[in-house]
T-cell receptor, first 116, second 114 residues
């Protein structure tokens, strides 16, 4: 079974600074998908960014970017110019090829605090 | 755009009572999912449906049943609620075709079983 590990239960960053959230995963597959989801206090799960394992180029969405290290099975999220609205739980998730009954495998999350 | 909707938003049950959580999506997605989220944990898959009329068990299916009524709707039923089923329940959907695997989530249903 796949596992996803987020080793930082909580992170704190000053507004406008950069923060990196860590994620490692375990899989024997070569083709898969990785995601970062944001969960604000409203509990809505919001997709932040997605990475296909076959792509070497790291995904970027505005202030959010990832550092995907396939050999190391590492998938970190970098948030630049942090804003108060970025405060939330962040979940790293893995999806096996074909998706299906395996669903998404989630890490336990990192609570991100933005200091004004 | 409604996306994925869930009803109710919050429910309190007594042990042994039954209820059905409703989920609907308007994105013409093929695949739908039910997850539960417990404190300090990520989401865990309860059931999955690849298409109308098909369902598969996920990681934590015990105590639950599901129905894929049509392409839009996927319901989760608790026949005899237990305190261990106190959780937040999320429904999700995805196009489920090849690379279109991104899952989009509903707002969640918070369930308290006393």
């Amino acid at each position: 079974a796949q596992t996803v590990t987020q080793s930082q239960p909580e992170m704190s960053v000053q507004e406008a600074e950069t923060v990196t959230l860590s994620c490692t995963y375990d899989t024997s597959e070569s083709d898969y998908y990785l995601f970062w989801y944001k969960q604000p206090p409203s509990r809505q799960m919001i997709l932040v960014i997605r990475q296909e394992a076959y792509k070497q180029q790291n995904a970027t969405e505005n202030r959010f970017s990832v550092n995907f290290q396939k050999a190391a099975k590492s998938f970190s999220l970098k948030i630049s110019d942090s804003q108060l609205g970025d405060a939330a739980m962040y979940f790293c998730a893995y999806l096996a090829p074909g998706g299906g009954a395996d669903g998404l495998t989630f890490g336990k999350g990192t609570h991100l605090i933005i200091q004004p | 755009n409604a996306g994925v909707t869930q009803t109710p938003k919050f429910q309190v049950l007594k042990t042994g009572q039954s209820m059905t959580l409703q989920c609907a999506q308007d994105m013409n997605h093929n695949s739908m999912y039910w997850y539960r989220q417990d404190p300090g944990m990520g989401l865990r898959l309860i059931y999955y449906s690849a298409s109308e009329g098909t369902t598969d068990k996920g990681e934590v299916p015990n105590g639950y049943n599901v129905s894929r009524l049509n392409k839009r709707e996927f319901s989760l039923r608790l026949e005899s609620a237990a305190p261990s089923q106190t959780s937040v329940y999320f429904c999700a959907s995805s196009a489920g075709a090849g690379r279109q695997e991104t899952q989009y989530f509903g707002p969640g249903t918070r369930l308290l079983v006393l």
